[in-house]
């Protein structure tokens, strides 16, 4: 079964460095997502991208975030200058389009520790 | 309240006992969903259920939705060790490009003792 990957399953990085989160959606998706989760806390929405531009944002995605899908297969998060409350599991999501869009197929996540 | 609180926060029952989880929710929505997770995976999708429907049966689950109270319910029967994990339901709101943004409860921690 198709499944979305994501990579490194566990980054640990200094504050103030740059992270990039990777993500290989389920191959006809169109629709990208990128969630958070605060040990503990609610899973969040982060950002949504569809025809290689962000379709929506949340509030936490500030200048500090960046998303980009560099090729056909790969779509990646990046956090600029990491802070210590970026710490959370970091989910990618994908959907299809048509009404299978509203099916979101989620990868196992990467855990980002910032020290 | 949020937008999607589950209760309750956690719930231990038997093996073979059912399993009931509720959502509430504030703003109007298009569809809700649950999902599931085990500890330290991804999240699951286990059903969904359209804004003009009341009832949907997937196996053993069974959820219900409440439009005008704004509540979900959740019903896993016949429970078995394996579903011991956490429980969200998501709401969605359609996005600029018709993106379905999820916007996920607190959870319920799902405990089947064997």
């Known amino acids: 079964e198709p499944e979305v990957t994501q990579t490194p399953s566990h980054q640990v990085t200094q504050m103030g460095q740059e992270v990039i989160l990777r993500c290989v959606p389920i191959s006809n998706h169109l629709y990208f997502y990128w969630y958070r989760q605060i040990l503990g806390q609610k899973v969040e929405f982060l950002v949504s991208f569809y025809n290689n531009e962000i379709s929506e944002k949340s509030e936490i995605f500030d200048d500090q975030f960046s998303v980009e899908r560099p090729d056909g297969s790969n779509f990646t998060l990046k956090i600029r200058s990491t802070k210590l409350e970026d710490s959370a599991m970091y989910f990618c999501a994908s959907s299809a389009t048509g009404v299978a869009k509203n099916i979101q197929y989620f990868g196992a996540g990467t855990r980002l520790s910032v020290l | 309240s949020q937008q999607g609180e589950e209760d309750p926060q956690a719930l231990s029952i038997q093996e073979g006992e059912n399993a009931t989880m509720n959502c509430s929710y504030k703003?109007?929505?298009?569809?809700l969903q649950w999902y599931r997770q085990n500890s330290g995976r991804g999240l699951v999708h286990l059903i969904l259920i359209r804004s003009n429907e009341r009832e949907k049966h997937s196996g053993r689950l069974r959820v219900t939705l409440d439009t005008s109270k704004k509540s979900s319910s959740l019903l896993i029967t016949a429970s078995r060790a394996a579903d011991t994990a956490s429980y969200f339901c998501?709401?969605?709101?359609?996005?600029?490009?018709?993106?379905?943004?999820?916007?996920f409860g607190t959870g319920t921690r799902l405990t089947i003792i064997p």
């Open positions: 703003t109007s929505i298009n569809n």
């Open positions: 998501a709401t969605d709101a359609t996005g600029n490009f018709g993106n379905e943004k999820l916007t």
